[in-house]
């Protein structure tokens, strides 16, 4: 199947590693030319020269902290008018919400709501004047089956689900469409630092969180990041203008609902 994206620019977050780089190398296979952050510029030009090698689009690099006016400024200077939009940052801390101060919220809030909301109004008009465009925010599974020990992350997500079902429904007329993809659990960096936690606070080794975590998941394995990256091309693909405004999980069939 062509995704139609060949030749288009993507900006994606908080791309070096994870899933923001598994979305970042399937859109590149696709042909989208792209320029991807992080904070941390070694593994973020590591990461560019794989992507470069393996599909052989132009892929450039900024460096910065996304969740910064800042970051987010270098950015779209490099990147002003996006077709494609991937969402990303990292995660708040888990933590009991007893010891959750006011800036910690704000940190939260900054990180995974207000940070995709600005970069959506930034590259919002110039999408809906040439009549496409595509917006994935990595969420997570917890806006819909949320994880107490990660209520920093339930709340502010949340916050920016809200959000997005109310814009998209007014930007698809115009083929440009905006959808939250849901991880629910995929064995990178971030979920081996909830890992940790998890086995700090239940007195156990890390290997046998992991082990648990894995048999709770019916598919009876973690997701791999090439497999959140192909969903997110297809949800950026010219073939998906008809999807918007949906929090679309991908989870190996954890989630335990109906709907
Ligand atoms: P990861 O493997 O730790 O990768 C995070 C990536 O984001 C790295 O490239 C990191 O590079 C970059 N990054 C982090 N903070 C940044 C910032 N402030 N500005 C710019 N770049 C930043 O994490 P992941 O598992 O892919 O998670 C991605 C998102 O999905 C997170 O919000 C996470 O909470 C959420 N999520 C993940 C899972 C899962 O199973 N993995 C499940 C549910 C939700 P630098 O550190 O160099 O900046």
């Known amino acids: 199947m062509d995704l139609g994206i060949r030749g288009k620019t993507a900006l994606v977050c908080a791309a070096s590693k994870g899933l923001g780089k598994g979305c970042a190398m399937a ?13 941390g ?4 030009e590591a990461t560019a020269a794989e992507i470069r090698k393996a599909s052989g ?15 987010r400024a270098a950015a779209l200077a490099a990147c002003p008018e996006p077709d494609i939009l991937v969402n990303n940052a990292g995660g708040p801390p888990p933590g009991d919400f007893r010891n959750w101060t006011r800036d ?8 995974n709501m207000l940070t ?44 920016l689900t809200g959000f997005v079902a109310g814009i998209s429904k007014k930007t698809v007329a115009n083929n440009v469409t905006i959808n939250n993809l ?39 394995r973690f997701g791999r990041i090439d497999e959140f990256g192909d969903y997110c091309a ?26």
């Open 57 to 71: 689009v132009q892929v450039r690099t900024v460096a910065g902290d996304i969740t910064t006016a800042e970051g």
């Open 104 to 111: 910690d919220w704000l940190k939260a809030i900054d990180a």
């Open 116 to 159: 995709p909301i600005e970069l959506i109004k930034a590259v919002i008009d110039p999408m809906l004047a040439r009549k496409f465009g595509r917006i994935v925010n990595i969420t997570s599974s917890a806006v819909k089956a949320p994880i107490a020990e990660l209520g920093l992350s339930n709340g502010a997500r949340s916050g």
């Open 41 to 44: 510029a070694e593994a973020l």
């Open 27 to 39: 859109l590149a296979r696709e042909g989208a030319n792209l320029v991807i952050t992080a904070r």
């Open 182 to 220: 849901l991880p629910g659990r995929f064995w990178t960096d971030r979920l081996k630092g909830n890992a940790e936690f998890n086995a700090k606070q239940q007195g156990k080794t890390v290997e046998e969180v992991k082990r648990a975590m894995e048999q709770a998941i019916p598919a009876g």
């Open 234 to 259: 297809y949800l950026c693909s010219a073939r998906a203008a008809y999807i918007t405004g949906q929090n679309l999980l991908i989870d190996g069939g954890v989630y335990p609902g109906t709907f």
